[in-house]
């Protein structure tokens, strides 16, 4: 009986194999347009641009000078100033080296002056009387000729003369010697080094300390070739320096001073091809009554950002928006993009600067898009450059293709009507599953 029922049921099922088949409805195919980019984009605008060339340097003084001793002796007294660090300012007495000797070699050669202006002095006197013995001899006409040289006691006194110019040079050294004693600050400055203290002895060359000036410092920036025609440099004694930002980070704080380009070096390095520039700045420690701010100090590595040459009305496009260095992503007016090629003045670290291929307004992407066709659809990100919003696609519905429950049923010997259900769950052309029940709860 169970043989002949499943016999039966075989073609039951093939039959409803089949109409699920021909009933099934036709997918429904919808169009999904690709999702669009989305982009951040800045609109173009011409502005007045004024270039700005940078560079870097380190502070250094304008004089530095190494103090040495020009006579020998012991040192007998510093200033509270001679130390390192320690600020003078002009004629002020930094070291002071014993000065008996030179006082006494002083004395002896004011007495070697006195003694040759007498010698000079009794010399002149004898030329005189000598000079009137000949013309009583000749009125008594004892003497034939002009008087010798000798006879009036010429070459005698130009001895004595000769004498007291060297009791005089003599003097002069003497007194320079004792001056020596005195070490004075050249010029307003600080002490970078000291070398000599009290209680030491010292020779002439002897070196007693290592200064600089603090009137002005000077900076010696590098400048490439391509940055030279951005800049009007100042000729030898012009009176119109280039203004010059200098700026450092300090103990974790940004600090800025103001000076001036006075001069170029005016050749080019041989190795690295860039021309020297000097910047200076006036008072970098200062010192002056009420100056403030932070002391630019020798040594300070600074930026320098010189003002240049005006460029005109043109575009400023931030240099990473920039593919290749010469390329800017455009989006149309159907949010679609395209390259286009600009024509770039000047680039620096932050910025291009852009003459041609750019109309005012044109909207770019701030960042190139990766892997992007000309004609790729695009959204702007809300809030973007241009200040518009967004300007989103349509995103794809879902689609889903089911197929009706289809439930045939067949009398047994029982009476009872097994369930019979075809499903198609899905759309991945899967056969449907025949279930059939029979009688005792068997399965087949």
């Known amino acids: 009986m169970k043989i002949l029922l499943l016999l039966g049921m075989i073609p039951v099922a093939l039959v409803v194999v089949v109409l699920l088949v021909l009933i099934r409805p036709e997918a429904v195919r919808v169009p999904v347009e690709p999702p669009a980019m989305l982009v951040d984009v800045a609109v173009a605008k011409r502005q007045p641009v004024t270039f700005v060339v940078r560079s870097q340097g380190v502070v250094t003084p304008r004089t530095r000078t190494t103090l040495v001793s020009e006579v020998s002796g012991q040192i007998i007294e510093v200033s509270p100033a001679f130390v390192s660090g320690g600020f003078f300012e002009r004629g002020d007495v930094l070291v002071r080296i014993d000065p008996r000797y030179y006082e006494a070699a002083r004395k002896r050669a004011s007495s070697g002056v006195a003694q040759a202006r007498t010698r000079v002095a009794t010399e002149r006197a004898l030329a005189e009387y000598a000079a009137k013995d000949w013309e009583r001899l000749r009125g008594l006409d004892a003497a034939q000729g002009p008087a010798s ?3 009036l006691r010429k070459p005698q006194l130009a001895e004595a003369l000769a004498g007291l110019d060297f009791a005089e040079a003599d003097l002069e050294k003497a007194s ?3 001056e020596r004693t005195v070490i004075r600050a050249p010029y307003d400055g600080m002490v970078r080094e000291k070398r000599a203290d009290v209680g030491q002895f010292v020779n002439p ?13 000077e900076v010696r920036l590098p400048l490439p070739q391509k940055d030279l025609r951005f800049l009007d440099l100042p000729a030898p004694g012009a009176a119109s320096p280039l203004p010059v930002s200098l700026t450092a980070d300090i103990a974790g704080a940004s600090h800025a001073w103001e000076g001036r380009v006075v001069r170029s070096e005016g050749v080019f390095d041989t190795d690295s091809r860039v021309l020297h520039v000097v910047a200076q700045i006036d008072d970098p ?3 002056a009554p009420g100056a403030g701010g932070e002391p630019l100090r020798i040594g300070t590595f600074v930026t320098a950002t010189i003002a240049g040459r005006p460029g005109g009305e043109l575009f400023v496009v931030p240099r990473h928006s920039l593919q290749r260095g010469r390329t800017l992503w455009l989006v149309a007016d159907d949010m679609t993009i395209g ?3 600009v024509a770039v003045v000047r680039a620096d670290e932050e910025f291009a600067y852009v003459a041609g291929g750019l109309a005012e307004g044109d909207r770019y992407t701030i960042v190139p898009p ?3 066709l000309p004609g790729t659809r695009v959204r702007l990100v809300p809030d973007g450059g241009d200040g518009g919003g967004t300007a989103d696609a349509p995103a ?3 689609v889903i293709a089911t197929v009706p429950d289809v439930i045939a049923t067949v009398p047994d010997g029982t009476g009872k009507v097994p369930d019979v259900t075809g499903r198609v769950p899905d759309v991945t052309g899967r056969v449907p599953d025949v279930v059939a029940a029979t009688p005792g709860g ?3």
């Open 339 to 341: 390259p286009r090629n």
């Open 205 to 217: 060359g002897t070196a007693l300390a290592v200064t600089f000036a603090t009137d002005y410092a």
């Open 285 to 287: 420690y200062r010192t």
């Open 396 to 398: 794809p519905p879902d």
């Open 442 to 444: 068997g399965d087949v």
């Open 370 to 372: 990766e892997r992007a």
């Open 176 to 178: 320079e010697d004792l």
């Open 149 to 151: 040289d000798l006879t």
